[in-house]
């Protein structure tokens, strides 16, 4: 299975529970809303309309549900909540169990009916919470399935830059340029006429280094280019400018292809790519049509540190910098 | 320096914040003189744009002197001393869309290109004071703000006119002009506007401009509706009279040629329970909107009309009258206001006399009192139509 193949059914798991975690939030809703309107009604079919006590408890209980159906329906979180309520469910087969003990006849065969009922529902609860659970910890393992045993990984994003092919070209081909734009290249220096010398930053995994080379380029059309040597994350990738119909800008194609180790380093690359590994790469080239078109990547007070915003929300608040978080700068 | 924030739903605060600083070399830094409550702050205020944090500076209407400009702005287009109105969409003057005058729509002026991208398909424009989907930048209800692309969207104004009459440049009267822009004004036509708000007016006084035969005002605030009378144009009142009918014996039948919605996500509606549908949902958050004026607008419209859109909408909205829009051959046009696109030719038009922007402001306040501002303007008291501001 490829690894897109495997992140996909990982993601239709997760769809599903999150499905089914809502549809319990429903069903909590509906209980809960009916245990709060109409106790007496709910107290009848029970089988419990003699008891004084029950007229405070059934509304409780119709209170707890409605916290459920709050956090299912809202929270990403469905593990969580499915499990309060597994835990709901025992209290309510505890207290009918002690109201069965207590009662016969026709008041008793409705108990054990409604307690059948419940019997489901928490076979039911107890399957969601488990699955959740379960492809929670899938989920955990990040994009790049098996940080421990790795694998190839290829990207392709494309833009369009307001600028001819030629000089498109020729901002690339100064490789020493990349690293003002792609998030993760720390410095790219020139060490021949068709190799160079890259090291990435800290969030790509600290220390790793390698040498490249150009292996294919057509001046103004394209440039290829791979790894050598013993990279720690072997690596090539291919760009393309193709002249735009506009006839005066160029359409940017970039695939990138990385062999994910195992082990620490490979661990670090998959956190870096994190869940969508397209956005990065997305955002290297919007920041590549900044620099081309405006001269710079553009700065907001909520962004205020170009390449080096990683995170994209929740934000520093869209305010002046005090002079001593400017001075830290990205890592304040 | 002192700055309107915001401080959760429903709630405006003037801190103490740093002043702002150069971040790019095409910024520069404007003491601002004047700058106003825009009704789409409201939206903000209410919670009903998405990403707001606390301590936003808030504000997209400013204007002022400036006092800094960064290394890579070109002195031919701007130097410090310049008094300029800044427009409220930032554009980079550079990329494709600004090539095309879309500037609320500028590829690189958005460092949060990839939020705005997930909610709306395509980037938006970074604006001043206005979430982090549109980039995070600090507003002008300030004493300072920074203005990124400096040498493109501030206009200078060179003559003696006062800040009120060119305040509005910023916003307000060119989306109301790029409104009734979007209608292709004929001498025959009759548009109407939902919505008298200081937007909604400017769209009625440029409709006039444009040519139109006649311009009603929807609205239910009598002082409102009375701001436009004042002004020439015919008021409907939509809690006293059925919208509809009222339209079809105002246009013998026909139904207004060109619609302009200039009221967007909040509307309220005369019938109580269609509102009340909207307003559950909204609060819910099953739809964003409460697109009553749209609704309305798009059914009296008259067959092969335009509906033109200028009121915010943030999200999605249910009951969409698709059935009406494509039977009776409706064409729909909307946009953020490409504010750079209008601001000459209007600071031309306000310089002959042919539009006076002053006479929608009916409040004047120290910065220090925003939240008094935001509260009357909100709650349309004291018969509030437009406030400004003075740092």
Known sequence: MTQLATREAVKAKQDDVQRRGRRLGWMSLGLGVAQLAAPDTVRRISGVDDSPT???????????????????????????????????????????????????????????????????????????????????????????????????????????????????????????????????????????????????????????EWDAEIVDETPGEKIAWRSTGNADVPNAGTVRFVPAPDGVSTEVHVVLSYNIPGGAIGKAVAKYFGEEPHQQLDDDLRRLKQVLETGQVVRSEGAPWGKRARKEFPQRPAQPLSDSEFAKGADS | MRANTWAGRNKVKVRDVPDPRILNERDAIVRITSTAI?????????????????????????????????????????????????????????????????????????????????????????????????????????????????DVGPLKIESDLTDEQVLFLSDILPTGYMGAEMCDIQPTDVVAVWGAGPVGQFAMDSARALGAAKVI?????????????????????????????????????????????????????GSAHVHAYDRIKQAVRS???????????????????????????????????AGAWMNRALTLRTGQCHVQRYMKPLLQRIERGEIDPTRVITHTLPLDQAERGFEIFKNKQDNCEKVVLKP
């Not at chain 2, 919670?47 to 800094?68: K, L």
């Not at chain 2, 990329?95 to 609320?104: D, I, T």
């Not at chain 2, 309305?296 to 909205?317: H, P």
Request: glycine share 12%; charged share 20%.
């Open chain 1, 54 to 208: 029950t007229r405070t408890v059934v509304p409780l209980v119709g209170a707890r549900e409605l916290i459920h159906a709050a956090g299912l329906l809202t929270s990403r979180r469905k593990s969580t909540w499915a499990w309060t309520r597994v835990v709901g469910d025992a209290m309510d087969l505890a207290s009918l169990g002690v109201a069965i003990a207590h009662r016969n006849g026709r008041r008793r065969r409705r108990l054990v009916g409604v307690t059948g009922a419940v019997v489901g529902i928490t076979v039911v609860d107890l399957l969601t919470a488990v699955q959740a659970t379960r492809a929670k910890r899938i989920g955990s393992t990040r994009a790049v399935r098996g940080s421990r045993e790795g694998g190839p990984m290829e990207l392709t994003a494309t833009t369009t830059i307001r600028k001819p092919p030629p000089k498109v070209y020729a901002f690339w081909r100064e490789l020493d340029n990349l690293p003002t734009f792609m998030a993760h290249l720390e410095e790219i220096r020139t060490t021949g006429d068709r190799t160079s010398h890259w090291s990435a930053s800290a969030p790509f995994g600290k220390n790793v």
């Open chain 2, 287 to 321: 739809e964003t909107e409460r697109p009553h004026a749209l609704r309305q607008a798009i059914l009296s419209c008259r067959s092969g009309g335009i509906v033109s859109v200028i009121g915010v909408y943030g999200g999605f909205l249910d009951k969409f009258p």
């Open chain 2, 38 to 150: 825009c009704g789409s702050d409201l939206h903000l205020v209410d919670g009903y744009v998405p990403t707001m944090q606390d301590g936003d500076v808030m504000g997209h209407e400013f204007m002022g002197e400036v006092i800094e400009v960064g290394g890579g702005v070109d002195p031919d287009r701007l130097r410090v001393g310049d008094r300029v109105v800044v427009p409220f969409p930032i554009a980079c003057g550079a990329c494709g869309a600004c090539a095309a005058e879309l500037y609320s729509c500028c590829e690189n002026s958005n460092p949060n290109a990839g939020i705005a991208e997930k909610m709306f398909g395509h980037p938006v424009a970074g604006i001043f004071g206005y979430s982090h989907l549109t980039g995070g930048f600090a507003g002008g209800q300030a004493q300072y703000a920074r203005v990124p692309f400096a």
């Open chain 2, 217 to 269: 005002a929807i609205d239910k605030e009598p002082y409102r509706l009375q701001m436009a009378e004042r002004a020439g144009h015919t008021p409907v009142n939509f809690e006293e009279v059925d919208v509809r009918s009222r339209l079809l014996e105002l246009t013998g039948g026909r139904g207004p040629d060109k619609c302009i919605d200039a009221v967007g996500m909040e509307s309220s509606h």
